[in-house]
């Protein structure tokens, strides 16, 4: 039999989804294929006068265990796995008056379902664990020389399309991408329910992991125009995303939703001052971060830190967008603006600029991020924990004779919250829980010194408002290893420093700072960023 092309004689019918079925069984027997299906199945599609033979009649053996098993015999396997192609395969099935099986349409119990509801049991969860649709997925999928898959209500269509242009046949090529979508589902489907089985710690144990999700969206391009890019549903956080995300305005590109999530979880380590708090993102990195007492106030100082890299970036705030605050946001371009909400008149101010995408983040504490981070590298994947966590300031340490006051302590906190989150190395200068200077991104520590510092002062001569209630801090997101970058902080006005220590040169370091009454205190936590 030619593999390339194969024509559909008889199929098997097992599904747990029935949308679209009777349309698509109706298609089939007018092409006169033979159907086969099991009990319930079976009974679904005679109802609406369809033509079946049920799998039990096939095999000679009702199905048992009150469903648990139906299709698990030789009659219905060997049909699927048998090799055209080869006489003793073929002389085999004859043995056992079994007929081919050309088309497998199966989909599986709803266990992603159940494991979202919130009053499912242990039972309810075991029982939806599908032991034979899975068997009989893999086994058509594995023929696909000479057997067409179909796992997804979805793909009806294509089907029967693909037997509408080629006479009742499918191609090889079909029937090859549809097996491997059909693997592709069985193990996101093992996934979830290992995922059930096993709590987090233990799951980090085993040596084989699969990270899995379902396709959200198709996006335009990834990171650029050349590259393709998916954005997949996290199972674990669908629900919750459904219920605190709501995109107002606009399709959030590849760039955009890494950049979305820089500002999330900035908000998200802010939450805790209870006051109106703003970031300002461009590739990734914060290029303004304040809180203030009111979110106008917020948004501006925000934007004074670095009101160039501003332009086409991504504004976070933790509370609602009201009417002067849109009208703020649009003197400067922006490309997302996130918040808890947007007033009517804040909408349709922003709706006027189209380009302008507008999403709401109903909470900002953590809920909508993986408690691991998975990246991709030479030979494999990373997989670690994500960074958001509170300060434990009673590691904190303050290692230099000049204690910091209770205000310098509270904005060295604040900028060590945001170093956390600048791609290293970083420095982060600011004061009175704003941001003023960033250093991002340099080889070498010095050089994130001098930018934040230079940008800091930018910021400090531009001002319009006294921002003298507190001394300038800076925060590293690692340890000092010479004094230099100590003696270049205090000849441009910095009187305390944070910083989590560990360095070979401590000594001399925290011996500058005391010469030039520099307060420096250590956490004695790193925060690198790559």
Request: aromatic share 8%; proline share 3%; net charge positive.
């Amino acid at each position: 039999m030619n593999a390339g092309i194969v024509p559909i004689r008889r199929a098997l019918i097992s599904v747990s989804d029935k949308h679209n079925l009777i349309d698509l069984g109706k298609f089939l027997e007018d092409l006169g294929v033979d159907l086969v299906s099991t009990g319930g199945t079976a009974r679904f599609l005679k109802k609406e006068g369809l033509s079946v033979k049920e799998v039990s009649d096939m095999t000679g053996f009702p199905e048992i265990l009150n469903g648990r098993v139906k299709t698990l015999h030789p009659k219905v396997h060997a049909p699927i796995l048998f090799d055209r192609d080869d006489n003793s395969s073929v002389k085999e099935l004859k043995k056992i008056n079994a007929k081919a099986i050309d088309l497998v349409i199966v989909n599986l119990y709803p266990f992603e379902t159940i494991l979202k509801g919130k009053a499912s049991t242990k039972k309810d969860l075991i029982e939806n664990i599908d032991i034979g649709g899975v068997a009989l997925m893999r086994a058509a999928a594995k023929n696909f020389d000479h057997v067409m898959v179909v796992s997804d209500p979805a793909d009806y269509i294509e089907l029967k399309r693909e037997l509408t242009n080629f006479q009742g046949c499918t191609r090889q090529r079909t029937r090859k991408f549809f097996a491997a979508k059909a693997f592709s589902q069985t193990s996101y489907y093992d996934h979830l329910i290992a995922g059930w089985f096993l709590s987090k710690k233990q799951f980090q144990s085993i040596k084989n992991r699969v990270f899995g999700g379902t396709s959200r969206q198709v996006l335009k391009y990834g990171e650029n125009p050349h590259q393709n890019a998916v954005y997949l549903n996290s199972p674990d956080l669908e629900k919750k995303t459904k219920h605190l995300v709501n995109i107002i305005q606009g399709t959030l590109s590849y760039n955009n939703l890494v950049d979305t999530t820089a500002a999330y979880k900035i908000l998200c380590e802010l939450e805790d001052y209870k006051k109106s708090s703003c970031v300002i993102i461009k590739h990734g990195n914060p290029c303004g971060v304040a809180i203030d007492n009111n979110m106008l106030g917020a948004y501006k100082k925000a934007l004074e830190t670095d009101h160039i890299s501003a332009f086409g970036g991504i504004v976070g705030i933790n509370q609602h967008v009201d009417e002067k605050l849109a009208k703020k946001i649009l003197s400067v371009f922006t490309e997302v603006i996130i918040a808890k909400g947007f007033s009517q008149r804040a909408c349709k101010i922003l709706s006027l600029k189209k380009k302008v995408k507008m999403l709401e983040i109903k909470s900002f504490d953590g809920t909508l991020l993986e408690k691991e981070e998975v990246r991709s590298v030479i030979g494999g994947y990373l997989v670690q924990e994500t960074s958001i966590s509170k300060p434990n300031e009673e590691e904190f340490k303050v290692v230099t004779k000049r204690k910091p006051s209770k205000a310098e302590f509270n904005n060295l906190v604040f900028l060590w919250k945001i170093v956390k989150h600048v791609k290293s190395n970083a420095i982060v200068v600011g004061k009175s829980l704003c941001v003023t200077g960033i250093g991002t991104g340099q080889t070498n520590r010095v050089g994130s010194v001098k930018i934040a510092i230079n940008n800091s002062k930018r910021v400090e001569k531009n001002s319009k408002k006294n921002m003298n209630i507190v001394s300038y801090g800076m925060s590293s997101d690692a340890f000092f290893p010479f004094p230099d970058s100590i003696k270049t902080a205090s000849r441009n006005g910095i009187s305390c420093i944070i910083q989590p220590g560990g360095s070979i040169n401590d000594i001399d370091v925290i011996k500058t700072a005391d010469k030039l009454n520099i307060s420096m205190v250590f956490t004695k936590r790193r925060l690198f960023s790559h």
